[in-house]
Structure formats: structure tokens, C-alpha cells
């Protein structure tokens, strides 16, 4: 297993692609998902990363839109070049967000030791229970969800590499959406938006 830096003791101590379903519905397009979010009255703010650089343990935290995310990974966590990373092969990428948002986006790959760009397949799970599958080749590549029933508090990126053992989860441009959570509407169903108690009123009965 490869490892992009050890951890010392020192350190201890320191085309648009859409998938619906009644949870959320996700882009491979990042045009089309920063014209759907508009549309549907997210407000988008965008981590670059271009702060973070070198060794960071578990807990690393950040602010994008006055939402805090917070990262971890087995192994722990390493940036370069504006990317943020696991600092072990093939662990998981874990970003946790407070408050819970309705939407979030990223170029999402899979990198060598030295942030070479390898292919590789990407899963992305989300905290409401979805996940998806997708391979990736470039460090454009792009994959993105806006949810519909509950709010979006913390994503888990993992990667199968081959051989094993040689692949890192690696993370640019992580756009999150912030706004009303829009509900899941039966076909007979409308729903308007309650300013009194800020949640959806939704009527519609279907017919015999």
C-alpha cells in the first residue's frame, strides 16, 4: 500500500448525465448543474483549495459559503496543488458539513503518489443513503447532486484502483448549494412554499 507521506510520532501528536430518484438527482455537467442549481434558487459557494498544502491530520476544516466542512480520512489527509486528498491509498474521503446543504458538486479523480492523474473508479456516498458509481480519467471530471427530501450533511468518497493499492481520492472544486429543500412531488401533487413555517405545503389527492 502506498502512502504519500509517513506519519511520524511528531506528527501524532499534532450531456448531462442525470440519475433521479426520490432522494436527489446528479449531474456529470458542471454547466448544467450551475444552471439547474440557479434554477432552482441555490445559492453556490466554491472551495478551491488553494490554501491547503502538504500534511494535514484528520479534523482539517474550511469555510465556503458560511458552510464549515470538515475532512478526514483513514490515514489521514494530503494537498497539493490547490487538490485535497487522503494521505493513504484507496482510504476514503470524508467531507462533513455544518450546517446540511441541498447541494454539492466537485471535480472528483483519482491521483497517484505524486498527484499524477490515473484512471480509476470513483463512489460517491451520500448521508442520505444514495451512492454512485463513475470512472474517471481527468482531473476535470466532474460530479455533482442536488437533493430533494433531506439535507446533505456529509459525503464519503472511496476509489478501486489497480493495482490496488496505488490510488488516492482527489478533490477540486468542491461547490456547495445552499437553499430550500424542494420536495418529491407525486404526479397529481403540487406544493407552495409556507413562509410562515418555512416547509413545503403540499396538496393534490389522486383520483379513484
Known amino acids: ?115 499524477n492523474v490515473i484512471p480509476g473508479t470513483i463512489t460517491v456516498t451520500f448521508s442520505n443513503g444514495n451512492t454512485n458509481s463513475f470512472s474517471t480519467t481527468s482531473a476535470s471530471d466532474f460530479f455533482s447532486a442536488i437533493a430533494y427530501s433531506t439535507l446533505i450533511t456529509s459525503i464519503s468518497i472511496s476509489t478501486t484502483s489497480s493495482p490496488a493499492g496505488t490510488g488516492f481520492v482527489t478533490v477540486d472544486n468542491l461547490v456547495i448549494a445552499t437553499g430550500i429543500i424542494n420536495p418529491t412531488l407525486a404526479c397529481y401533487q403540487t406544493a407552495s412554499f409556507n413562509t410562515t413555517t418555512c416547509t413545503w405545503d403540499v396538496t393534490g389527492t389522486q383520483d379513484p
Do not use: C, H
Not at 26 to 35: A, D, P
Not at 45 to 65: C, H, R, V, W
Not at 98 to 111: E, H, K, M, S, Y
Open 1 to 115: 500500500m502506498s502512502i504519500r507521506i509517513a506519519l511520524s510520532a511528531a506528527a501524532m501528536t499534532v450531456v448531462m448525465t442525470q440519475a433521479a430518484s426520490a432522494a436527489m438527482v446528479t449531474f456529470t455537467n458542471n454547466t448544467l448543474w450551475s444552471s439547474f442549481s440557479a434554477s432552482q434558487g441555490k445559492t453556490v459557494a466554491t472551495e478551491t483549495f488553494d490554501s491547503y498544502n502538504g500534511f494535514y491530520l484528520n479534523g482539517l476544516t474550511g469555510n465556503a459559503g458560511g458552510i464549515q466542512w470538515t475532512a478526514s480520512a483513514p490515514g489521514e489527509l494530503y494537498a497539493g496543488s490547490g487538490f485535497m486528498s487522503t494521505n493513504t491509498a484507496d482510504a476514503s474521503l470524508t467531507f462533513n458539513f455544518n450546517p446540511g446543504v441541498t447541494g454539492l458538486g466537485a471535480n472528483i479523480f483519482v491521483t497517484d503518489a505524486s498527484f
